[in-house]
C-alpha cells in the first residue's frame, strides 16, 4: 500500500471566504496530494482542512501553505469563539497507511523547523510530537491564546521548539504535531433524558475514570427527542471503537435504557471498523491486507 | 472512488510453471491493470488469477490474455482433479468498486463476443450473465466437461451463446460470468466432533433450507482437533457475513457448543466486513464515502 499521511490545518479564518478560497487553492490540484475537505466556521473565525498525501509531497505543500496562511491573515484584527494562538493555528499530522507515528513526528519536525525559519513564526510541538510532558495537551499548549502568548512566550518552559523566540505579532504562534486519527462517534439511547447521557459520558471517558481515549459528553438530538453520548475516540487502536461502545451499552442498563443506534461522523479510517467486525465475528488471525481495496492501492 | 472490476480467470495447467508464467506474464506490467494473484494446483492442473483495473483496460487485458492460453495449452492432452470445459475454463468479471453489476455483463458479453470471434472458442454465459436460467449454475454449465462437450454443444438448449457452434478440439470452451465478490468464511466450533459441524452446516447452508446464499460443509480442523462450518458466502450483499456467523452460532447452541473463532481466507472486499461492523455498532446512515481510504482512491 501506498505511504498515506493525513494533514488537518486549520487557520483563523472562517468569514472572508473569498481568502479562505486563495488559501486553499494551495492544496489543489497537486501531484500525490489530495485535499479531501475544508470547512469554515464564522463564529468562530476559523477553516478546518483535511488533506492527505505522499509523505514527501504533503510535506512541500504544507510548508509552502503555511507561507500563504501567515501572509494572508493578520492576527491583530482577528476575533472568534474558537481558541487560538495564530493565524495558521495547529498542524497536525496523522499516520494512514503504512507510515509509522515516528515518521508522522519526524515529519511534525521538519516542517516546524522550515516554517519557523522561512516565515520567523515561532512553532511548538504538542501531542506525539511533544518536546516535554507539559507541552502534551493541546489545550494546555493553547492557553492564555494569542493574546497571552506575548507574555507567555518569555518563559523558560514556553519557549518555541522552533523559529524565533519572540512573538510574531502578524501571525502568532503555530502548533503543530503527531496522532493518531480521531473518530467521531456518537451513541444514541431510547430516552429523552439527558441527565442519563450526561452521566454514561461522565463515567465512560478518561477523565472521569473510563477509557483511556474517550472523550465524551452527553447532547440532546432535539428533532428526534433522544439523549445521545457524543464521543471522540482519539486513538482507535488502543481504545478500540467497540470497547467504548459495549461499555456505554454496559452502563445504559443500570438506566433500564436501550441503546438504539449510532452514528459515525465524518471520515473514519477503515481500520477502525474493521477492527469492530474483527470482534464481534471473533475472526483469527486477520491481515489487513485481506482487505481486497487495500491490496488494490499498493 | 474510481471504476474497479476484478477479475479471476482460471486456466486449465497447473504443473508446467513455466508455461504458467509465460501465460501469467500477459497481465503483468499493464497501464491501470493489476495482478494481484494467482495459485496453481498441481493435482487440478490448474490455475487459478485474480486480477483487478479500469474495467476498459482489464477488458483489453482479459481478451489478450485468453489467445494466451489458447495458444499454450492443448485440451487433448489435459488431465487433473478440477472439472474443466476448456483451457481458459472460467472469467467470472466482478463489480468491486462503483460499477453495477450490469456493467459487469455487458462486459461479459463484449468479453465473450470478442473471445469466440477472435479465437473459434465457443463461449458461455453463466451466473448473471447467463442467457437462460439453466445456464446460471456453472456445475450445470459445465456438466459432462471437455470430453463430453462433443455431443452436448450439439443440443439446442447448449448452443453457446457466442463464437463457433462446433467444439473447438484444441481449446475447448470458455464460461464467462459477471458474479458478485465471493467470501471464504469459516467459523470454528469447540469441538472435535464433525458431525456437528457437518450438521450445522447443512442446515445453515441454501440447499438445506438456510441462507439463500450459503454453501456450507463440516470439516475438521486435524492440527486444533476441533470442528469447522467452511462457507462460501456467495454474495454478502444479500447474505451478510454476521447473519451467517450469528445464525451458526444459534443452532451451536443445540449441541451446547461455542463458537470459539472464525477465519477469513484470501481476500474479502471492504464493504463485507464494514457492514458486520455497521450491524454490531448499530451505526446509521453510515455511507462508504466516509471511509477515509475510498476518499484517498477517488
Given amino acids: 500500500m501506498a505511504k498515506l499521511i493525513e494533514c488537518i490545518p486549520n487557520f483563523s479564518e472562517g468569514r472572508d471566504l473569498e481568502k479562505v478560497e486563495k488559501i486553499v487553492n494551495v492544496l489543489r490540484g497537486r501531484d500525490g496530494v489530495k485535499l479531501l475537505d475544508y470547512s469554515s466556521d464564522s463564529d468562530h473565525n476559523r477553516t478546518v482542512v483535511t488533506v492527505i498525501g505522499d509523505p514527501a509531497k504533503l510535506e512541500e505543500a504544507i510548508v509552502e501553505f503555511a507561507g500563504v496562511v501567515y501572509e494572508n491573515i493578520d492576527m491583530t ?7 487560538r494562538m495564530g493565524a495558521l493555528d495547529v498542524v497536525p499530522f496523522v499516520p ?15 516542517v516546524g523547523e522550515k516554517i519557523g525559519e522561512m516565515y520567523s513564526v515561532p512553532v511548538y510541538l504538542y501531542e506525539e510530537a511533544a518536546t516535554a510532558t507539559h507541552r502534551k495537551n493541546l489545550a494546555k499548549v493553547r492557553k492564555g491564546q494569542y493574546e497571552g502568548f506575548f507574555e507567555k512566550i518569555k518563559e523558560e518552559q514556553w519557549k518555541p521548539d522552533f523559529g524565533p523566540i519572540e512573538m510574531n505579532e502578524k501571525s502568532g504562534c503555530t502548533a503543530i504535531s503527531a496522532r493518531v486519527p480521531l473518530v467521531a462517534f456518537n451513541v444514541n439511547l431510547g430516552t429523552d433524558n439527558l ?7 461522565k463515567v465512560v471517558r478518561h477523565i472521569g475514570g473510563g477509557l483511556r481515549y474517550v472523550k465524551a459528553m452527553g447532547v440532546m438530538l432535539e428533532e428526534r427527542n433522544i439523549a445521545q453520548v457524543s464521543m471522540n475516540l482519539v486513538n482507535y487502536e488502543k481504545t478500540a471503537v467497540y470497547r467504548a461502545f459495549e461499555m456505554i451499552k454496559m452502563e445504559a442498563k443500570r438506566y433500564g435504557v436501550p441503546v438504539v443506534g449510532s452514528e459515525v461522523i465524518g471520515l473514519v479510517p477503515m481500520a477502525a471498523l474493521i477492527g469492530c467486525a474483527e470482534y464481534y465475528l471473533q475472526i483469527e488471525n486477520f491481515s489487513m491486507d485481506q482487505i481486497l481495496e487495500k491490496r488494490v492501492m499498493e
Fill in 77 to 83: 484584527k482577528h476575533e472568534g469563539g474558537h481558541p
Fill in 96 to 110: 494512514i497507511s503504512d507510515v509509522t507515528m515516528d515518521e508522522c513526528k519526524e515529519m511534525a519536525n521538519r
Fill in 195 to 201: 441527565e442519563v447521557a450526561t452521566k454514561i459520558g
